[in-house]
């Protein structure tokens, strides 16, 4: 029998085998109709109950509060770093950011086009290495929302905390963590997500918001950024990337048979929980330096003592099927994203891989 490959990329990442079967199944001839589901029209009857669908499964995956609008649009999590200021400023000229590793900064900074960003907490000062407790953040009081990136995808770090803010609308950065574990979307104004991570094929961005924080971006807002537009037409207000959501739609079912996110959870964590202990036993071998409490179930990054052997840590690894360890051009050193797709097996292969390789090269 063939060896299993396993792919730890950061993102786009590995979906689940079962529903790339599906999706190859019906590749050819969608339920009969003959042609596949990239060649319908988005408005037929078909596509329709397809979207429906997606949004209905996530709807019941995630417990979305009926005041809440789910929008299947496009532009990656980037453009919402764009779209979040322009849509939910309402007139409010200050933005809060807490800033934990490279997407909340770069979020930041493209809010900086729009609004008087206020910098509310920050974890520069002590290596990225953790997420500042509410108690030590500053938010003013006439701040238009507070941003979070939820999970760190580059660093590693993830809130481990839902922050309490009032009045304020909470808005998260969810891209590499939605739907790893169960989360209370009423304590949130807006999530985002880019798709290629948790949900589905790039492509598609995932936006659950608020409805009383629709309707109120400028005048010129361009319409296709505006979400109020986006969640009056069912995000059709032109073609919708089809596909992708017949994927995501797909995913969200998966999720469902398999437990939904409680049983998730639980898989997430002792996934999280091996890699980690076999970084931490290592001796020194392999290294992660993020607080305990603030360590992400989803993206592990860890170095290794001696990096003269990153490049031989890549190629045995890749002989033995276990694919894009390599951490992110910023930091270096190794990355292993474990998503939801990312059976237990798979972390047992890497585990069991990275043991032999240490006693090896020590
Ligand atoms: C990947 C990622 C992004 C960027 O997503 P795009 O869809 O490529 O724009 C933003 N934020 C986080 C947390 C990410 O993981």
Redesign the pocket.
Known sequence: MNQPVYNFGA?PAMLPPAVLEQVQAELLDWHGRGISVMEMSHRGADYMQIIAEAEQDLRDLMNIPENYKVLFLQG????QFAMVPINLLRGHHKASYVQTGI?SE?ALNEARRFAEVEVSASNADRQARLVPPQSEWQVSKDTAYVHI?G???IGGVEFDFVPELGDIPLVS?A??HILSRPVDVSRFGLIYA?A??NIGP?GL?LVIVREDLLGQAPANTPTMLDYAVQAKEGSMHNTPPTFAIYMAGLVFKWLKKTGGLQAMAERNARKAELLYQSIDGSAGFYTNPIEPRNRSWMNVPFTLKNANLDKVFLQEAELQHLLQLKGHRLLGGMRASIYNAMPETGVQALVDFMRDFARKHN
Do not use: F
């Not at 990656?76 to 453009?79: S, V």
């Open positions: 993102g990656g999590a980037t453009l997407w770069k990136a999970n760190e995808t950065d891209s590499s880019g290629q991570k790039a961005t």
